[in-house]
C-alpha cells in the first residue's frame, strides 16, 4: 500500500558525490522514520541514516560528517547526500518507510534498491 520510489544511484570517482531520493506514495496518514540502508556484495545489510518525525539524525560511524539525510514531509520524500565518497561505500543502497496509513495500520515498506558504485 506504500510504493517508495528510489533515484539517483550511479558510478562516481572516489571523492566526488552522488544525491539519493526516495519518493513514498500510496494510502499514508503519516510517515515517521525514514532512513537508508545499504548491503555491499558478500555482506549483511546495515544502516546507513536515519531521520524521525521530528528531523532527529542518526548516521553510521563509518559516513559521519560525510553523508547528509534529510527530508521533505510534504512531498514523502527522502534524500541521502552523500559526499567524499569512498570505494567501500560501493554497496546497493535501500530507501525504508515507516509510519502509519489511512486505515491506521502501520507500515513497514522498502524500496528496490539503488547501486551506487564508486571507483578508486
Known amino acids: 500500500q506504500v510504493q517508495l520510489v528510489e533515484s539517483g544511484g550511479g558510478l562516481v570517482q572516489a571523492g566526488g558525490s552522488l544525491r539519493l531520493s526516495c519518493a513514498a506514495s500510496g494510502i499514508i496518514y503519516s510517515m515517521n522514520r525514514m532512513a537508508w540502508y545499504r548491503q555491499a556484495p558478500g555482506k549483511q545489510r546495515e544502516l546507513v541514516a536515519l531521520v524521525t518525525s521530528s528531523i532527529s539524525t542518526n548516521y553510521a560511524d563509518s559516513v559521519k560528517g560525510r553523508f547528509t539525510i534529510s527530508r521533505d514531509n510534504a512531498k514523502n520524500t527522502v534524500y541521502l547526500q552523500m559526499n567524499s565518497l569512498k570505494p567501500e561505500d560501493t554497496a546497493v543502497y535501500y530507501c525504508?518507510?515507516?509510519?502509519?496509513?489511512?486505515?491506521?495500520?502501520?507500515?513497514?515498506?522498502w524500496g528496490q534498491g539503488t547501486q551506487v558504485t564508486v571507483s578508486s
Open positions: 525504508n518507510a515507516q509510519g502509519v496509513l489511512t486505515t491506521l495500520r502501520g507500515f513497514d515498506s
